[in-house]
């Protein structure tokens, strides 16, 4: 079991740090710089839009009740977005990498 008084000790070294960065903010000190990393649209998140618009593409062609001719429009036009969200990921990647 953990000791209280150490726990106490510890949120109050923690108090005491916050408190002695608000006073130097407070008096005009600079504040330490605080670095973000830029979020990016991952891998992970293309291919699954992609995946899902396959499952869309192809679940409508499975269950519908639209004539051949607009199945096959959806069914074309859903896997064609899949792939071009893909390349345009890749393209936006090589792109972004070329800038550094």
């Known amino acids: 079991m953990p000791d209280p008084k150490k726990d106490i000790e510890r949120l109050q070294r923690e108090i005491d740090h916050a408190r002695s960065d608000a006073d130097r903010a407070f008096k005009g000190e600079p504040p330490k710089p605080v670095l973000y990393r830029q979020s990016s649209l991952g891998l992970d998140a293309v291919l699954t839009g992609a995946g899902m618009l396959v499952v869309l593409g192809l679940s409508v062609s499975l269950a519908s009740e639209l004539t ?11 896997v064609g977005a899949a792939g071009g969200l893909v390349i345009g990921y890749s393209v936006g990647r090589k792109r972004r990498s070329s800038w550094r």
């Open 68 to 78: 051949k001719d607009q199945v096959t429009a959806l069914t074309a036009g859903s």
